[in-house]
């Protein structure tokens, strides 16, 4: 069992839905959980960020984590075809080693 | 905006061959990353530096692998003799310091496509 299991879709919806990714993991030592989105043929950036559990709200996205079910999820209201590009989950236990998910390729369809 | 940048942005080459990758960082990180992402899965770790130090090579394939960072600014990994396996993302990560991922944000350059025929 890898360490952080991620779908990696392709997740198609149409635009101005909600878009629910998530990622599970198995490592309890993990306490800052990251969300990443890479376009094509570019570089990850780092998009939303939590530390231990709980919920985080940046303009349309909101992260949540339980690590009781050691279970994250990112949610991206009133998607826009921008948001087309493959969302990363990454993990760590505090040190600056980061553990990513295989990454969901999300297509927004206007 | 500061940015890491990479070149070259693509490269093919036949097994065998050696390649050579180069980044430089965002002026004034320390600490410096090269990651592997194939196709369809998560970047991974391949070396980190701090400063000219290696701090990490334990998933870096030596045998064929090699990274350097000279006079800790920029930083050369090199591949001798490429292997079809090798057909990756090469990306490069910066950071201020080591540390934890809040505080010493780690950011990417666009990556090196490697093809190897």
């Known amino acids: 069992q890898k360490e952080v299991e991620q779908d990696p879709g392709p997740l198609s919806v149409p635009e101005g839905a909600i878009v629910s990714l998530n990622c599970t993991y198995s490592?309890?030592?993990?306490?800052?959980f990251m969300w990443y989105r890479q376009y094509s043929r570019k570089g990850p950036e780092l998009l939303m960020y939590?530390?231990?559990?709980g919920n985080k709200e940046d303009g349309r996205f909101t992260a949540q984590v339980d690590k009781s079910s050691k279970y994250i999820s990112l949610f991206i209201r009133d998607s826009q075809p921008s948001d087309s590009a493959t969302y990363l989950c990454?993990?760590?236990?505090?040190?600056?080693?980061?553990?990513f998910g295989k990454g969901t390729r999300l297509h927004i369809l206007p | 905006e500061a940015e890491v940048a990479q070149s070259p942005r693509y490269k093919i080459t036949e097994k065998s061959q050696a390649v050579a990758f180069w980044c430089d960082p965002i002026?004034?990180?320390?600490?410096l990353y090269w990651y592997r992402q194939i196709l369809g899965q998560g970047p991974e770790l391949l070396v980190q530096?701090?400063?000219?130090?290696?701090?990490?090579d334990s998933q870096l394939p030596k045998d064929r692998f090699s990274a350097e960072r000279l006079k800790g600014v920029d930083s050369t990994l090199k591949i001798q003799p490429a292997e079809l396996g090798d057909s990756a993302m090469y990306l490069c990560?910066?950071?201020?310091?080591?540390?934890?991922?809040?505080?010493?944000?780690?950011?990417f350059g666009p990556g090196t496509r490697l093809t190897v025929l």
């Open positions: 530096f701090q400063d000219e130090s290696v701090v990490d």
């Open positions: 002026s004034g990180h320390a600490t």
């Open positions: 490592n309890s030592a993990f306490q800052y």
């Open positions: 939590t530390y231990s559990s």
């Open positions: 990454a993990m760590s236990a505090g040190d600056d080693k980061i553990i």
């Open positions: 990560a910066s950071s201020i310091q080591q540390g934890t991922p809040l505080t010493d944000t780690q950011y």
